[in-house]
């Protein structure tokens, strides 16, 4: 009986920090393995430098659209674009214009 008695006791101190070194163990692997850790740092890092290459190029493409705008403003249309525009999309030519198809 005195040595079931100790046999639980043991039990009793072991299962505690056993229990503790095992929820260490998870979070210590999930900090490692987990979406948003250690090892996924790499793949995070390849997604940044692509994702910084296509906000360049959105960059270089806003300030053209910016630029665009700015000569077509109300006040101070760009007369060589608005003519540009004009035939392009109403498909007109001036009676001394001469067309020469690209393709």
């Given at each position: 009986m005195v040595?079931g008695?100790k046999n639980?006791q043991?039990?009793k101190?072991?299962?505690g ?7 260490l ?8 393995l987990?979406p948003t850790?250690?090892?996924a ?9 692509e994702?910084?290459?296509e ?7 806003r300030?053209?659209?910016?630029n665009?705008?700015?000569?077509l403003d109300?006040d101070n249309?760009?007369?060589?674009l608005?003519g ?5 999309e109403?498909?007109?030519v001036?009676?001394?214009e001469?067309v020469?198809?690209?393709?």
């Amino acid at each position: 009986m005195v040595q079931g008695k100790k046999n639980s006791q043991y039990m009793k101190t072991v299962v505690g920090p056993g229990l503790a070194l095992v929820a260490l163990l998870g979070i210590a692997s999930y900090a490692l393995l987990g979406p948003t850790g250690i090892i996924a740092w790499t793949d995070y890092r390849a997604a940044l430098s692509e994702r910084k290459i296509e906000l360049a190029e959105l960059k270089k493409e806003r300030d053209s659209l910016r630029n665009r705008q700015l000569l077509l403003d109300r006040d101070n249309v760009d007369p060589d674009l608005a003519g540009e525009l004009m035939r392009k999309e109403l498909n007109v030519v001036a009676p001394d214009e001469v067309v020469v198809p690209l393709k």
